[in-house]
């Protein structure tokens, strides 16, 4: 069984970082062809997909958000973590992370969602 | 960056209609899209893959179509557990995409 469950702070300052973490059961990120991604949704909003890690550590960012965003993975722990500096009142949404099927790049399976406010 | 225009952005609809509602890319994308239903404070549901492949448990009264750039979802008889909204995401190439969604509400 499949599951994932994200955990971090639901309130953080402006220009604070946000770390995330995305623990995940059911199958391994050191299985090729194995990818996990962060998407958020403001509240109202649609979906935004933020990042991806590769089960061979390659990572992929969204343009207009590279340069606040790391994501990594622990394997051992079986986590990715997501890491956004520069936090801005814009950024306040829920943020997922999912599994991507794999060898493709589209979800199967998602965790519940982490509600993070950015607010002084 | 491909962008995905959906519409309507809502409808109304009522239980047993038959519901269709349309996924425009700004370029194509073969058939690389997927569809997705997410209720209020839930986490997306993943109901087609590939255009029109339909994902293991989804009840066979949802159905996709489409290529290149023009895609659609129907929901053949529309029952109570459906009012959600769909949204369609690209998956042809980085950045990946969501198209805005469309809200389906009972009538």
């Known amino acids: 069984q499949v599951t994932l469950t994200e955990s971090g702070p639901a309130l953080v300052k402006p220009t604070e970082t946000l770390t995330l973490t995305c623990t995940f059961s059911?199958?391994?990120?050191?299985?090729?062809?194995?990818?996990v991604s962060w998407i958020r949704q403001p509240p109202g909003k649609p979906l935004e997909w933020l990042a991806r890690?590769?089960?061979?550590?390659?990572?992929f960012y969204m343009t207009s958000l590279k340069t606040r965003l790391t994501i990594s993975k622990d394997t051992s722990k079986n986590q990715v973590v997501l890491t956004m500096t520069n936090m801005e009142p814009v950024d306040t949404g829920t943020y997922f992370c999912?599994?991507?099927?794999?060898?493709?790049?589209?979800?199967?399976?998602w965790g519940q969602g982490t509600l993070v406010t950015v607010s002084s | 960056a491909i962008q995905l225009t959906q519409s309507p952005s809502s409808l109304s609809a009522s239980v047993g209609d038959r519901v269709t509602m349309t996924c425009r890319a700004s370029?194509?994308?073969?058939?690389?899209l997927a569809w997705y239903q997410q209720k209020p404070g839930r986490a997306p549901q993943l109901l087609i893959y590939i255009a029109s492949t339909l994902e293991s448990g989804v009840p066979s009264r949802f159905s996709g179509s489409g290529s290149g750039t023009d895609f659609s979802l129907t929901i053949s008889s529309l029952q109570p557990e459906d009012f959600a909204t769909y949204y369609c995401q690209q998956f042809y190439s980085y950045p990946l995409a969501f198209g805005g969604g469309t809200k389906v509400e009972i009538k």
């Open positions: 999912a599994r991507m099927v794999r060898g493709y790049h589209y979800f199967d399976y």
């Open positions: 059911g199958f391994s990120l050191s299985t090729t062809a194995m990818r």
């Open positions: 370029q194509g994308i073969s058939t690389s």
């Open positions: 890690i590769d089960w061979d550590d390659d990572k």
